[in-house]
């Protein structure tokens, strides 16, 4: 099985549009942190990392 216990990382689970959805739609206040993570069919968490790396990359 590859992926973390060989040493590498778990392929991502969302795209950049999908990210960039995320981020007016949280910012425009039309939907929360939790609400997108749900309609994205992933953890509130793995949202909130990807939010992250995101504004981390445009500032």
Known sequence: M???MDGGVCP???NQEQISH???MITEERETVSGMAGLLKVD???L???LKRKLTKSS
Request: charged fraction near 35%.
């Open 2 to 4: 590859e992926g973390i």
């Open 44 to 46: 509130r968490t793995t």
């Open 22 to 24: 995320a981020v007016r």
């Open 48 to 50: 909130h990392r990807a």
């Open 12 to 14: 991502a689970r969302l």
